[in-house]
């Protein structure tokens, strides 16, 4: 550790608190990829263990998956041949802040891209509750559907279940699904949004849903659990074991696939106001405006996670200051960040993480294309706690009533 902490401390010297990160690809076996992450098409056929569907971004979080290499979905510091995940195990401070770091374990969030050429099968991520007995961390996560983009073939994501389900306790309903595993048709027990560009969503752990095919920024707790409740996806039915993929085998065995039912937030799911309550638009930053660009958040309503979208105009400068360390992804244009070369597209200049030193004075962002110059800010656990709040809408009561 003080040989990984001593390699840190002098990246971070060079660079004067920011390190340039690689991308880190994630394989999936259970659906076939968007080819929308710029990889050439050769790349993104991994063989056994499927094809290359996302990229996690500042990562520190491993890639729970069948067949997986044993740095699958960590991130890299570029040029240093350590982890991201060591580097903040041996130095904490230095990236964190000391005072951060004496709270938090770690950075406690992953954000990456899914790039997905059918819909996600229908699932759940566990509730903190249930991850604890198991030693795991929970999943609430939010998404952001860039604009510019192909949206695929669904651009439509399912939520939760019909609320009368809820509402008439009718929990069950789901169970032959999950037992007889031959189709889709667990679907029609749950309503669709359309994936529209430059908007999003937020959705608790608990909460069930199956993902449209709009290319999606993801932006969630630091975790891989998931229990997969669709049996037919893309053509082809998926292994049942990915549905008690995160069950402890006692419960398994006890209850069959009534455990998983028993993960479900049946609150969250029912949710009639589902959209007005959990739609995420961006929502202008309190700063004070400055003429060379703007910060809007798209990531907001919990403390668990939260990240901006800065716009930087072509031949101008922003200057930058946040409250704590975060990693950034450059989504499009190119330029400079506090003097270091970035550039959307060029998977050498696309990802930084910016130390809590260096962000909490003013960094400047500099436009040295023609394009708008738009990157991705990306904040861990309790960093930004003045973020907007949807208000709540609706006096629904669910499985209270």
């Not at 609430?140 to 860039?146: I, L, V």
């Not at 048709?185 to 752990?205: C, K, M, Q, T």
């Amino acid at each position: 550790m003080s040989a990984i902490r001593d390699k840190v401390e002098g990246v971070l010297g060079k660079n004067n608190g920011i390190l340039r990160l690689d991308p880190a690809w994630v394989a999936r076996d259970f659906l076939p990829a968007g080819h929308r992450l710029g990889l050439k098409e050769s790349e993104y056929d991994v063989g056994e263990r499927g094809s290359i569907c996302e990229r996690w971004i500042g990562s520190t979080t491993k890639a729970d998956n069948r067949l997986s290499p044993p740095d699958e979905g960590l991130s890299y510091i570029a040029g240093a041949g350590i982890t991201l995940r060591d580097a903040v195990d041996a130095a904490g401070d230095l990236i964190m802040g000391a005072e951060y770091a004496k709270t938090h374990k770690g950075l406690g969030r992953l954000a990456k891209i899914y790039d997905f050429a059918a819909r996600i099968p229908y699932h759940l991520h566990q509730s903190q509750a249930d991850m604890a007995k198991q030693g795991k961390n929970s999943k609430e996560e939010a998404y952001y559907f860039p604009e510019g983009v192909d949206m695929g073939p669904h651009p439509e994501t399912f939520f939760g279940v019909h609320p009368s389900i809820v509402e008439n306790r009718q929990f069950d309903i789901l169970l032959p699904y999950l037992t007889e595993w031959k189709n889709d048709l667990i679907l029609r027990h749950s309503r669709a949004y359309l994936n529209v560009p430059d908007e999003g969503f937020h959705l608790p752990a608990g909460g069930l849903h199956a993902p449209g095919t709009a290319l999606t920024i993801e932006l969630q707790e630091d975790s891989d659990v998931f229990a997969m409740l669709q049996a037919l996806n893309a053509g082809k039915i998926i292994s049942k074991e990915l549905l008690f993929k995160d069950v402890l085998p006692a419960d398994r065995k006890a209850k069959g696939e009534q455990a998983v039912l028993d993960q479900v937030d049946w609150e969250l799911s029912g949710d009639p106001y589902f959209y007005e309550n959990r739609h995420t638009s961006p929502q202008p930053v309190s700063d004070p405006k400055q003429l060379g660009g703007s910060e809007q958040w798209i990531y907001y309503n919990t403390t668990k996670f939260s990240g901006k979208k800065m716009i930087v105009k072509s031949g101008q400068k922003f200057n930058s200051v946040d409250k704590g360390v975060y990693n950034i992804l450059v989504w499009r244009g190119k330029g400079r960040f506090d003097g270091i070369e970035i550039a959307a597209g060029d998977f050498s200049k696309d990802e930084l993480l910016i130390t809590h030193a260096k962000a909490t004075v003013p960094v400047v962002i500099e436009n040295t294309g023609t394009d708008d110059l738009m990157i991705i800010k990306f904040f861990g656990p309790d960093i930004n706690l003045d973020i907007p709040r949807i208000k709540k809408y609706g006096d629904w009561k669910g499985i209270r009533s």
